[in-house]
């Protein structure tokens, strides 16, 4: 069932306006009544707040301070009522990546239009519980979307209603922000370069990244009045936005004066081998020369349509400004020889892929007190990372076009020794003539090299510094598609996605907040009376059945995501989000435990002993880590881009 609100096809009542009198930016915004808000949870939402203004194409953006004395942010781009709204960044035409990989028909999926301009669409949005105030003082949550160069804060899929009707309902608001990003945020080469500095700006590149960090400047200034904490912000993202909160991280900027609380990262495609200015002024200057630019005065005469139908092939920059020194060697561990154990041929390192075999676990300790978290002098905040099971699944369709032999090639290219590429191929089965599973092998490659293992990296960084951070794996199958595919994990975080769930049940409902209960007979089964969310995370996995629950069995005939398994996963990660942005211990990390979500509703905390059979830990200490992250992250870019012409 789609969300009503969201389809322009469909005639609905418009919904009532909110107004907020900002007395330090002297302006009153005009927001409305979140579509899910109701006198019990009431929900307003401020649409479009332009943040910052962009003075030219690759130039660093200035911070918004000045309003007209009333400002319309009841739609998606901010406008004075007598201006017409401002719109997005420039998009490919093509469809956003989130919604490729949700697996419904895009005829199934909410219709949003946009005008789209690279000068005004520096904005925010804004969801927040109603009637708040400065002394409020809510956790405030910072959403930076993924998706590369395609994308926006203001899809549908990142509404923030949802989740801050959940925080309501468990007495622990927050106030939930989306920014806007684009293509035009990361371009870099020696010319623009001098041509920023001509400017006044520090550094080149990197745009995407300061536009986020004046996003953190506006909340810290602006945030209060909304009934939010600047000194309470956590940032959290997915895929390409998870990569650049590492960066942030890791900048120089956070270290001198950190803008946020605590990070939350997951599946985050994080790239070591961020180039620096020269290199990327190559890569910018192979993808564009098509356009035949080559002076920034003819690269900003290019329409913005046109250019933003070229994939920009650098997101990071290595200016000398941006990042602290010596960030990557703080991060990723070094090659630790030339000399690699040689693994024959077969599986010999557990290389499980779920969807083959689930392990089970029956200890799970009492959820710990909670208490405040601080982040440490150190400079990196507390941080909850972890990654997709099947997160390489967003590189199938190139993937697919790979023969055995041309894998085998480019391998023994990229490594430059016949022994490094031979024990990639032994470890992931690779053999020169094999047909079957090759695609599965070849993207089990792709994603240990481009996310799971640069997770893991990221992770053990941050624990050799003493600051906290909680290990999670999702593994929960998406509800189309039966895979825990890249980006699932939002389908359950943001709950706005259409459900196919089980035909002989009612549609779940975009804005249910209480998990479903139980007939009193499976009740009975289960013994441990109604499925509450004080005790969702106490029952046993080997104590529920689909059969005794009166669910369809037999295999293949159950629905893949029932409502009661789609519940218990979706409160599971909304609570635990939530929790960490208040400060508190979202589980128990205690001897490496970390936290599960699924396979097949499973949640709960897991001893540091599941993970070896979640995921390939061994295999990347065993064979990864001698070869070094950037031949590693070298070998999964090349692969996931396909083979080239001939080499099939």
Not at 589 to 616: C, D, H, L, Q, Y
């Amino acid at each position: 069932m789609i969300p009503s609100y969201y389809c322009s096809s469909i005639m609905i009542p418009q919904p009532s306006h909110v107004f907020l009198r900002h007395v330090g930016l002297q302006t009153t915004f005009k927001g409305i009544e979140h579509p899910i808000s109701t006198s019990d949870v009431p929900i307003h939402q401020f649409r479009g707040i332009k943040y910052a203004s962009v003075p030219a194409r690759f130039r660093q953006s200035k911070l918004c301070t000045s309003y007209p004395p009333v400002v319309d942010s009841t739609r998606y781009g901010s406008r004075p009522l007598i201006l017409p709204f401002s719109p997005i960044c420039p998009q490919s035409s093509r469809r956003s990546v989130e919604e490729e990989l949700i697996g419904l028909p895009e005829s199934d999926l909410p219709r949003q239009g946009f005008p789209q301009n690279e000068f005004e669409c520096l904005n925010l949005n804004i969801t927040c519980p109603a009637n708040q105030n400065c002394e409020s003082r809510l956790p405030v949550m910072v959403w930076i979307h993924g998706g590369g160069d395609r994308g926006c804060g203001s899809s549908w899929m990142y509404d923030g209603g949802s989740l801050v009707r959940r925080s309501m309902c468990i007495g622990k608001p927050i106030i939930m922000i989306t920014i806007k990003l684009g293509y035009f945020g990361f371009a870099a080469s020696p010319s623009i370069a001098e041509d920023n500095r001509l400017a006044g700006d520090e550094g080149v590149g990197n745009y995407g990244l300061r536009d986020q960090r004046t996003a953190l400047e506006w909340v810290h200034e602006c945030i209060s009045e909304f009934g939010g904490d600047p000194e309470n912000v956590t940032l959290f993202g997915s895929s390409t936005g998870a990569a650049d909160i590492i960066h942030h991280l890791y900048s120089g900027a956070n270290k001198r004066c950190p803008l946020f609380a605590r990070a939350i990262v997951q599946s985050a495609i994080v790239n070591y081998n961020v180039p620096g200015v020269h290199a990327a002024g190559w890569q910018i200057s192979r993808a564009l020369s098509p356009l035949r630019a080559s002076t920034v005065e003819q690269l900003r005469a290019i329409c913005s349509s046109t250019l933003a139908e070229i994939p920009c092939p650098v997101r990071a920059v290595d200016d000398g400004v941006f990042f602290q020194n010596n960030w990557r060697e703080t991060l990723f561990p070094p090659a630790e020889s030339d000399e690699i154990e040689k693994i024959p041929p077969g599986r010999n390192l557990t290389a499980l892929r779920f969807g083959v075999r689930k392990l089970k676990s029956n200890s799970q300790s009492p959820h710990p007190k909670s208490r405040v978290l601080h982040p440490h002098v150190a400079g990196l905040q507390p941080l909850i990372i972890g990654d997709c099971a099947c997160d390489s699944d967003l590189w199938s369709n190139t993937t697919s076009n790979w023969a055995a032999s041309g894998v085998v090639r480019r391998l023994r290219a990229i490594c430059q020794s016949l022994n490094k590429a031979t024990a990639l191929l032994n470890a992931y089965d690779i053999a020169p003539h094999m047909t079957d599973e090759l695609s599965e092998r070849v993207l089990e490659l792709i994603e240990d090299a481009r996310i799971s293992w640069p997770t893991e990296c990221v992770y053990q960084a941050a624990q050799r510094t003493g600051n906290p951070v909680w290990r999670y794996v999702f593994d929960q199958e998406g509800p189309a598609r039966g895979v825990p595919h890249h980006m699932a994990d939002l389908i359950y975080l943001f709950d706005n996605v259409p459900l196919p769930l089980s035909p002989a049940s009612s549609p779940l409902s975009f804005a249910a907040d209480d998990l479903p209960s139980l007939p009193s007979s499976e009740n009975a089964s289960f013994g441990c009376g109604p499925v509450t969310l004080s005790n969702i995370n106490e029952i046993n996995e080997e104590r529920f059945d689909y059969c005794t629950r009166g669910l369809p069995c037999g295999g293949w005939a159950r629905p893949v995501v029932d409502e009661w398994t789609y519940a218990r996963v979706r409160d599971a990660i909304q609570t635990r989000w939530i929790a960490f942005a208040w400060g508190e211990r979202p589980w128990d990390n205690s001897r490496g435990k970390i936290f599960v979500f699924g396979p097949e509703g499973e949640t709960g905390e897991r001893s540091a002993g599941i993970f070896e059979g979640r995921r390939r830990r061994k295999l990347w200490e065993k064979v990864l880590r001698p070869l070094g992250i950037e031949l590693v992250q070298k070998v999964g870019t090349e692969l996931s881009n396909g083979p080239g012409l001939g080499s099939q």
